[in-house]
């Protein structure tokens, strides 16, 4: 395919893209009354929140912390807002921003859950200082599950260890560092996924329909990435021939180790297998 109609057909692609999220915007501003905050009926933990006083460039916001027993399994499902998981030396939890107060969490057994009430669209769309949830843990937790879906914010997670780990997001950016897991699975749907030392002992999978994807780590069993729009940047730890390749771009460029490879590679190789599809987008993969 010439230069020209790779040009053309890419612009194409995005102007559809961009008018189906006109389109999505449009109806949740118009047509739809509320947005569903979480997904369940979380019922507070008896544990009572501490009202903080925390300085903001224009007055003050609350800042609602409490100390928490252990937990292993953390699940969080938001319709909109932040999600951060970070070493802060003990198990603790931290909401803020205008709408907090519909935040609500629970302890379950050894399971974290947090989950929202209903915030209204034309609330959330015309108000700048959203909600956000910051759930601590001692560095290096090793945790059974982190399950993690918020269909608008951002998500950060840091220096653990799990089992299973499963994140969402339907327009947000993913970040991870220092991040260990057996099994992975990301889904963005508009947003670009960054992470750096990040290990994976038995699969990843991950789809990103809109927005580039950087990873840097240790990927070892199945490793499958699929890309709709957006560039690839992969550097894996793990030599080439400990891996059977299956790699193609549709429109876009693809690189191994620097080296250009005119459109789809596929070879067989060692106990590893790595899987990468790319409609639209340069795809980059590097080796230890």
């Not at 509320?34 to 979380?42: E, L, N, Q, T, Y």
């Not at 609350?62 to 953390?74: D, K, L, N």
Request: aromatic share 6%; glycine share 12%; charged share 15%.
């Amino acid at each position: 395919m010439n230069l020209p109609a790779k040009v053309c057909l890419g612009a194409g692609a995005f102007l559809v893209m961009s008018g189906g999220l006109l389109a999505l915007t449009g109806f949740a501003l118009g047509a739809q009354t509320s947005i569903p905050w979480g997904g369940g009926s979380a019922v507070a933990a008896e544990t009572p929140m501490v009202n903080v006083e925390v300085a903001a460039d224009e007055g003050t916001a609350t800042e609602s912390r409490v100390q928490v027993p252990a937990f292993s399994r953390i699940e969080v499902d938001l319709a909109m807002g932040d999600v951060s998981v970070v070493p802060m030396g003990e198990y603790d939890l931290s909401f803020s921003g205008e709408h907090a107060s519909l935040l609500d969490y629970e302890l379950d057994g050894d399971t974290l859950r947090i989950t929202g009430t209903v915030l209204s669209a034309m609330e959330f769309f015309t108000s700048g200082d959203q909600a956000a949830v910051v759930i601590g843990i001692p560095g290096g937790s090793a945790l059974d599950t982190v399950d993690i879906h918020t269909a608008m914010g951002e998500v950060e997670l840091t220096d653990f260890t799990a089992n299973s780990l499963t994140v969402s997001t339907d327009l947000g950016n993913v970040y991870l560092e220092s991040v260990t897991a057996l099994d992975a699975d990301i889904t963005l749907s508009m947003g670009e996924l960054t992470g750096y030392s990040l290990s994976t002992a038995s699969s990843l999978t991950v789809k990103n329909d809109m927005g580039d994807v950087y990873l840097d780590g240790d990927f070892q069993g199945d490793t499958d990435i699929s890309l709709s729009m957006g560039d690839l940047n992969l550097t894996t730890w793990q030599p080439m021939d400990t891996y059977s390749l299956d790699l193609g771009v549709t429109m876009g460029d693809l690189y191994l180790d620097g080296s250009h490879q005119y459109g789809s590679v596929s070879r067989s190789g060692g106990p590893n297998r790595l899987e990468i599809n790319n409609s639209l987008g340069n795809v980059d993969v590097y080796f230890g």
